[in-house]
């Protein structure tokens, strides 16, 4: 059965901190890893990896795919307290393209 | 920007009753995706359509829940009857390939279900 666990499931930092979120899958035919923010809201897209495309930046957010391991993760560094969300990663699979969620990381900075 | 649309943005519904929700896709847009979050969770997919298609709705509760796109565009989700643990956000999300090409999905803003 596909599935994507990340890891951990909540975080508290405080605000200045780097943050490293985990996300690991067992999927058939992977085709992409998705990285969403969500505050209390829908969620908002941050980033995509895929097999040509394994690792992205924008501002103080960067992720890293490494296909090896099954494996993503996400870096904030110089966090603020506007980060604070719940951090999802999902994964396209199989031959339907089924998008399967993670349990999320609700990431607290503090002031 | 093109967005995909969801209505109603909230609910409130007592148990017993029935209760449906729409989704306009970004237009073009071959798959889409309802999804049930509740607090706490990650999304746990509902269906996926293929245009007006079924490709996916194993988890389902086809006792009360349906969902269709008959022109394979827009959606519609309904549930009956709704049941106290139904509450939670519903969203809907859509990717503009489909199959063995999907590689990126873009959500609406949800709605957010109370059943009391």
């Known amino acids: 059965e596909d599935k994507v666990v990340q890891s951990p499931l909540s975080l508290v930092v405080h605000e200045g901190d780097t943050v490293t979120l985990n996300c690991s899958y067992e999927v058939t035919n992977f085709r992409s890893l998705l990285w969403y923010k969500q505050e209390k809201k829908a969620p908002t897209f941050l980033f995509m990896l895929t097999s040509s495309g394994i690792e992205k930046k924008s501002g103080r957010l960067s992720s890293i795919l490494d296909k090896k391991e099954l494996s993503s993760i996400l870096n904030i560094t110089a966090t603020q307290t506007g980060d604070s969300a719940i951090y999802l990663c999902?994964?396209?699979?199989?031959?339907?393209?089924?998008?399967?969620f993670g349990q999320g990381t609700t990431l607290q900075v503090k002031p | 920007e093109a967005e995909v649309a969801q209505s109603p943005r909230y609910k409130i519904t007592e148990k017993s009753q029935a209760v449906a929700f729409w989704c306009d896709p970004i237009s073009g847009h071959a798959t889409l995706y309802w999804y049930r979050q509740i607090l706490g969770q990650g999304p746990e997919l509902l269906v996926q359509?293929?245009?007006?298609?079924?490709?996916?709705d194993s988890q389902l509760p086809k006792d009360r829940f349906s969902a269709e796109r008959l022109k394979g565009v827009d959606s519609t989700l309904k549930i009956q009857p709704a049941e106290l643990g139904d509450s939670a956000m519903y969203l809907c999300?859509?990717?503009?390939?489909?199959?063995?090409?999907?590689?990126?999905?873009?959500f609406g803003q949800g709605t957010r279900l109370t059943v009391v």
């Open positions: 359509f293929q245009d007006e298609s079924v490709v996916d």
């Open positions: 999300a859509s990717s503009p390939n489909g199959g063995l090409r999907s590689t990126e999905a873009f």
């Open positions: 999902a994964v396209f699979s199989g031959n339907t393209g089924k998008l399967i």
